[in-house]
């Protein structure tokens, strides 16, 4: 809980901007924040569940009851099928009838380090969770094996099924943002994925902004420059060039396919952070697109997030052991989706969530224009909601960069190395490895 004087960026730093940033947000905020580690789980889950129940059901009221997120993870009670705006129920919610209807959701998480996926229950309580490291991460290129990475999403999901056998009711899936693939006809990657960790598009990308006018860019997208985009590697010519990719789409999109949908979809959530999404309205930008030479039929299909998009194929069931023609439901980014799992409804609700990277991001009911100075705004997994969002690019990884450094085993470690020691000895560490985020966006600096 932050009062109105809040100091969201306390520190020595006394700069011109990261004051003007303070006042912003101190102006905006009275402030109730939901601190969620690593856009946990539960709170993904929520949020995905949120989406899915107004799909699975009449909208008689699947999940009229609900889910409020305390900091321990812990589910005490909202209302998602209100937060999403479809059929609020004509009876009042009812624990017990919930509870026989024994409706439940499977979600996957597909993290930058960690892939979850969970099984949840009509009543938004966490019944089976399963984890594993993501494939990892080339720290220069950002590249990795998408391949890869569906097969052992894919293994994840069938390990979770075995812990917890039953019917599912749907299938949804929350995703790392900005992460960005190129694929054939057959949906399969031509290249390796782009995550967005990657920095070495910077130059290039930095070049591009500033061509096409970084007011400009920001207008459109309100987004600040940044290599963090789908749009900075397409820039710098880290992806197959145009002629030779039928689509260019998120990881979402990429493993939604090689479980069953048709065609690669994307919410407009996880649009934004592609950096080609037109922030008053969720279409690809012809501008932007024209000035890459990318089709606009080279890019997926922008959907409402909780739209159903395919059924589980047959041969996803046998690797999954899930029903054959469970619903696929597209969900949402992950920030977007930690917000709305965190109980983080109205304008001044914010959600702190430290995982690889760093987010505090909350809900407005109208596109900022312009955006807050230092911040990011895009739009929101809630159908005409919009999202704005302060973000570090590296917490938790810049944390595993140290733990490594130090020949720890475990980052948790850390804390203890620092308890021990009396001081620094001076020595400061800026964690930039991946550029800097709010409120500069410096791609160009690294870790001092």
Not at 79 to 85: E, L, R, S
Not at 121 to 145: E, I, N, W, Y
Not at 232 to 254: F, H, I, M, R, W
Not at 340 to 345: I, K, T
Request: net charge negative; hydrophobic share 40%; glycine share 10%.
């Amino acid at each position: 809980m932050l009062s109105q004087e809040g100091r969201l960026l306390q520190g020595q730093d006394g700069t011109a901007r990261r004051i003007a940033v303070r006042q912003t947000v101190e102006r905006v905020i009275d402030v109730r924040i939901a601190i969620g580690y690593g856009a946990s789980s539960p709170d993904i889950a929520v949020g995905i569940l949120a989406m899915v129940a107004t799909r699975i059901q009449e909208p008689t009221g699947l999940l009229a009851g609900g889910l409020h997120i305390r900091a321990s993870g812990e589910l005490a009670g909202y209302d998602p099928v209100a937060v999403t705006g479809v059929g609020r129920p004509s009876a009042p919610w009812s624990p017990k009838s919930m509870q026989q209807e024994r409706v439940r959701v499977c979600v996957l998480d597909l993290g930058t380090s960690v892939i979850k996926a969970a099984m949840v229950d009509a009543v938004g309580s966490l019944q089976a969770l399963q984890t594993r490291p993501a494939p990892p991460v080339d720290p220069d290129s950002g590249r990795f094996d998408g391949r890869r990475y569906a097969r052992e999403t894919i293994e994840l999901l069938g390990q979770l099924v075995h812990a917890a056998p039953g019917e599912v009711a749907a299938l949804s899936i929350s995703s790392q943002r900005a992460t960005v693939l190129a694929l054939d006809p057959a949906h399969e990657p031509l290249a390796p994925a782009c995550s967005w960790m990657g920095a070495r598009c910077t130059p290039s990308a930095m070049s591009f902004y500033g061509a096409h006018g970084l007011d400009r860019y920001r207008s459109i997208t309100g987004l600040l420059p940044s290599p963090l985009y789908a749009i900075a590697k397409l820039a710098a010519g880290e992806l197959p060039p145009p002629s030779q990719v039928t689509t260019y789409t998120d990881l979402q999109a990429y493993l939604l396919c090689e479980l069953g949908a048709t065609r690669p979809v994307i919410d407009p959530s996880n649009a934004s952070a592609m950096g080609l999404l037109e922030l008053e309205r969720p279409r690809w930008s012809e501008a932007l697109c024209g000035a890459l030479d990318i089709p606009l039929h080279a890019l997926p299909t922008v959907t409402p997030a909780g739209t159903a998009v395919g059924k589980l194929s047959p041969r996803a069931a046998r690797a999954t052991g899930l029903e054959a023609g469970t619903p696929l439901i597209l969900g949402g980014g992950d920030q977007q989706c930690a917000v709305l799992g965190s109980g983080c409804f109205e304008p001044g609700d914010l959600a702190l969530s430290l995982g690889t990277a760093a987010a505090l991001a909350g809900p407005v009911v109208r596109a900022p224009s312009p955006p807050p100075l230092g911040l990011l705004a895009g739009h929101h997994v809630v159908p005409d909601q919009w999202f704005v969002e302060g973000f570090v690019p590296t917490f938790g990884a810049a944390a595993a960069w140290a733990a490594e450094a130090l020949g720890l085993q475990r980052v948790e470690s850390l804390a203890q190395k620092a308890a021990e020691a009396r001081d620094s000895g001076g020595v400061y560490f800026v964690p930039s490895l991946a550029g800097s985020g709010s409120p500069d966006f410096d791609g160009t600096i690294r870790a001092s």
